[in-house]
């Protein structure tokens, strides 16, 4: 089993910067792609970026396309976004997910971290 653990995130104006982290422990070795989910107020869970383990590919949700970075550093078991150019509608609680089969569900979750921005 892996366990996730996010840090950073906060409070930004509209147009800053902000930097998560998820920090990967126990069974790490089985882990293939990482991924950002984020829960709008409100709103359901939504995809923002994804990243294998070898880190030869990358996904974004066309909302966040341009602005935010997804990078891994599989030596420190930790993965990381870069949001820049922030947006009000980017206010959510930000999840790490983890999954050990390629193509299936994210079975190994964060407890998520607040990032609010305003405008």
């Known amino acids: 089993q892996v366990q996730l653990v996010e840090s950073g995130g906060g409070l930004a104006q509209a147009g800053g910067s902000l930097s998560l982290s998820c920090a990967a422990s126990?069974?790490?070795?089985?882990?293939?792609?990482m991924a950002w989910f984020r829960q709008p107020p409100g709103k359901g869970r939504e995809s923002v970026a994804s990243i294998t383990w070898t880190g030869s590919t990358t996904y974004y949700t066309d909302s966040v396309k341009g602005r935010f970075n997804i990078s891994r550093d599989s030596a420190k078991n930790t993965m990381m976004l870069r949001m820049n150019s922030l947006k009000p509608e980017d206010t959510a609680v930000y999840y790490c997910?983890?999954?050990?089969?390629?193509?299936?569900?994210?079975?190994?979750w964060g407890q998520g971290t607040q990032v609010t921005v305003s405008s």
């Open positions: 126990g069974r790490t070795s089985s882990i293939v792609s």
């Open positions: 997910a983890a999954r050990s089969t390629p193509y299936s569900r994210y079975d190994s």
